[in-house]
C-alpha cells in the first residue's frame, strides 16, 4: 500500500481514493501509479497514525514540500489532514500544500476554511471549467451545478487563512476564451491563476 510517494522532487501524501468528482483529465482514469509510485490505489484506507509513521520515515530534509494529493480528494478525510498537518508542523518547518478540488465544504457539510488556520502553507485549488454547466459536463461532480459555485466560495474564504491560494485550469478541454474567463474568476476570488498541460501518461 503506497501511502507516500515522491513526485518531481516533492513528497506526495495519498490519504484516500475517495473522491466527488470523476473528472475526463484525471490521472487515476488511464494509470495505476505517479512519480515512483507503481500503484496509488488503495485495498483499505490507512489511519492517520499509520500515515504519520509512513512520513516520519521519511527524511523531511530532503523535500521542499509535503503534499496532500493521491488518487482522490484529501478533504474527504478533512480532520484526519488537518491532524496530520498538526503533527508534521510540530516536528518538522517543511512548507505545507493541499491540491483539492474545492469541494470541502460540500463534502464534509460545514464551512471548513477556517480550520486551514495556520496549517497549510498553499492550497491548490482545481477550478477547470468557467461556468456550473461547463464544469459539470468536465468533472462530473455528485454535486452537480452546487460545485462550481461553491468552490469559489471556499476559495475566497481559504485565501483568508492559508498564505497561498492557487486555482488551476487543465488545458485539455477549455478554449483560450473559456481559460480567460477561468482567470478572471479566480482573481476574482482573491486566488493566483495557474494553466495546467494535460498528462497524458
Given at each position: 500500500m503506497t501511502i507516500t510517494y515522491v513526485y518531481q522532487g516533492k513528497l506526495y501524501v495519498n490519504l484516500t481514493n475517495r473522491c466527488?468528482?470523476?473528472?475526463?483529465?484525471?490521472?487515476?482514469?488511464?494509470?495505476?501509479?505517479?512519480?515512483?509510485?507503481?500503484?496509488?490505489?488503495?485495498?483499505?484506507?490507512p489511519s492517520r497514525e499509520e500515515i504519520l509513521n509512513d512520513i516520519l520515515r521519511r527524511n523531511l530534509t530532503q523535500f521542499p514540500q509535503l503534499v496532500f494529493c493521491g488518487y482522490g480528494e484529501p478533504t474527504c478525510r478533512l480532520e484526519d489532514m488537518l491532524w496530520l498537518c498538526a503533527k508534521i508542523r510540530a516536528v518538522s518547518d517543511i512548507s505545507i500544500r493541499v491540491n483539492t478540488n474545492g469541494l470541502s465544504d460540500l463534502i464534509n457539510g460545514r464551512t471548513t476554511a477556517p480550520e486551514f488556520d495556520g496549517l497549510v502553507d498553499v492550497v491548490s485549488i482545481s477550478l477547470n471549467a468557467p461556468t456550473p454547466e461547463r464544469y459539470d459536463e468536465i468533472c462530473h461532480s455528485q454535486f452537480g451545478l452546487q460545485a462550481l459555485p461553491a468552490?469559489?466560495?471556499?476559495?475566497?474564504?481559504?485565501?483568508?487563512?492559508?498564505?497561498?491560494?492557487?486555482?488551476?485550469?487543465v488545458d485539455r478541454d477549455l478554449s483560450?476564451?473559456?481559460i480567460k474567463e477561468c482567470?478572471?474568476?479566480?482573481?476574482?476570488?482573491?486566488?493566483?491563476?495557474?494553466?495546467?498541460?494535460?498528462?497524458?501518461d
Open positions: 466527488p468528482n470523476a473528472c475526463d483529465f484525471c490521472l487515476r482514469t488511464h494509470g495505476d501509479g505517479v512519480g515512483d509510485a507503481d500503484s496509488l490505489w488503495l485495498p483499505q484506507e468552490i469559489l466560495r471556499f476559495t475566497r474564504a481559504v485565501s483568508f487563512f492559508v498564505p497561498q491560494v492557487v486555482m488551476s485550469v483560450e476564451l473559456e482567470e478572471r474568476l479566480c482573481l476574482s476570488a482573491g486566488a493566483k491563476f495557474r494553466v495546467r498541460h494535460y498528462i497524458e
